[in-house]
């Protein structure tokens, strides 16, 4: 039984910009959030900065995968599958996967409820598709990465997390990041994860007011309901607040706040064009804009800094 947990992070804003539009609990690491893992996922506590939700995905969904599976049967895999380690690899109920390689010699594969993995596609756990979401043709992805509920995955992935209802769809590449709720990177979009002179990537601490250490690699930790145009390049390590819409010339700048319009002068979202913009994302995935969400925003659009 799933017990309530608090928040694990002494000062939440610590976690910008994911937890501006949620509590820490609802943060999703692995496959389920640190909330629904019940307070029993011993890694919980290290979960402090938005960087160490990738450092720490392939802990999470190992346990995830072990917990959610205990005692049960996964869905039979289609004869068109090809599966190395088909022992480590779970089919939820309404999961469809055709012509697809699924390699969970490495860490293992979860495939949610009525779950999409279109034909063509590389998978190497360990790695979750969530309830809803969908990997399209021809998609690379490596682990450890998540794809949350209703989310579109596509191109080449490698150690990230995307929470529901967000699209990086196309080709381009993203690594070592995290995306939030609502997000849509345009095609052709890519991030860096890597500097050239392979030295500590550094990334914007909303508390500290500065650039913090991040590890050897870190690439784009965005905020809800923001989105990147075509072929967008971002830096590495960049941080995008909620809400921004990002557009512009070269390397994106290394901290993009929220409600952003573009990235190369200070100009700001308009208000009436935010609520606009995003119900029409909503609905293209037959969703509304919900009340509770405008307060958010609201609250977040008037405190911005």
Sequence with gaps: MNMPVPDVIPLIDDLFPFTQTRAAKDIRIGILTLG???????????IRYPW????????????????????????PLPASVQAIAEENIFLEEGARVEHALLNASAGP????????????????????????????????????TTIGP????????????????????????LGDSVIGEWCNLGAGTSNSNLKNNAGEVKAWSLVAGKF???????????GDYSR??????FNTGTVVGVCANVFGEGLTPKFIPSFSWGYTAAV??????????????????????????????????????
């Design 52 to 75: 160490d939700i990738f450092q720490w995905n392939d802990e999470a969904l190992r346990y995830d995968f072990t917990q959610i599976t205990k005692g049960r049967s996964s869905q």
């Design 228 to 233: 990147a145009a075509i072929n967008t390049s």
């Design 36 to 46: 629904e893992k019940g307070g029993d996922w011993p890694g919980a506590g290290r």
């Design 150 to 173: 209703y989310s579109i995955a596509g191109g080449e992935i490698k150690n990230s997390v995307l929470f529901g209802y967000s699209n990086k769809a196309h080709d381009g590449y």
């Design 268 to 305: 700001s979202y308009e208000w009436e064009k935010v609520l606009r913009d995003i119900a029409n994302w909503k609905r293209l995935k037959n969703q509304l804009l919900t009340d509770a969400e405008i307060r958010t925003l609201t609250h977040i659009f008037e405190d911005r800094i």
């Design 212 to 222: 913090l250490p991040a590890g050897m690699k870190c690439g784009l930790l965005m």
């Design 109 to 144: 594969i979860y495939i949610g409820r009525n779950a999409l993995v279109m034909e063509g596609s590389m998978i190497r756990g360990p790695f979750a598709l969530c309830e809803g979401g969908v990997v399209k043709m021809g998609a690379k992805i490596y682990g450890a």
